[in-house]
């Protein structure tokens, strides 16, 4: 949707003069998808944050729960790739997706570790 978006305001920019006084906005299902991102980038980043903190107490070892963590980036790599693969985008059902991928990686690490 981001580059229909911003194709149409090319096309906007380059033909269409606006009275003084008039804007453009986007709206509707751009302005959600705009809005539910900048909360994820706010707070997943976070999320992870806790998720470590919590590993670290319960392991009561940085290093296991470093080796835990680092699980989510690789996750984040696959899944990125799969999405190219895919030929898809990033959309929001995409980042739910990823926040349920990065769950599962920890959980994969947990029980790895606890069995090593």
């Known amino acids: 949707m981001g580059s229909v978006i911003a ?3 090319k096309h906007i920019a ?3 003069e606006l009275p ?13 998808q705009q809005r539910a991102m900048t ?3 706010i707070i997943v980043p976070v999320v ?3 998720v470590f903190l919590i590993l670290c107490l319960t392991f009561g070892s940085i290093g296991e729960a470093l080796l835990i963590i680092i699980n989510v980036p690789l996750a984040l790599i696959g899944g990125i790739l799969g999405l190219f693969l ?8 995409a980042a739910v997706g990823f926040i349920a ?8 690490g947990v029980v790895l570790v606890s069995c090593i």
């Not at 003084?20 to 959600?32: A, K, L, T, W």
């Not at 895919?86 to 059902?93: I, K, N």
């Not at 991928?101 to 994969?108: D, R, S």
Request: glycine share 12%; no cysteine; aromatic share 12%.
């Open 20 to 32: 003084p006084g008039y804007h453009v906005e986007y709206g509707g299902q751009f302005e959600n």
């Open 7 to 9: 194709d149409i305001k």
């Open 48 to 50: 992870i944050t806790l």
């Open 101 to 108: 991928l990065f769950g599962i990686a920890v959980q994969n």
């Open 39 to 41: 909360r994820l980038t």
């Open 86 to 93: 895919a030929g898809e985008y990033l959309s929001v059902p």
């Open 14 to 16: 380059n033909n269409v």
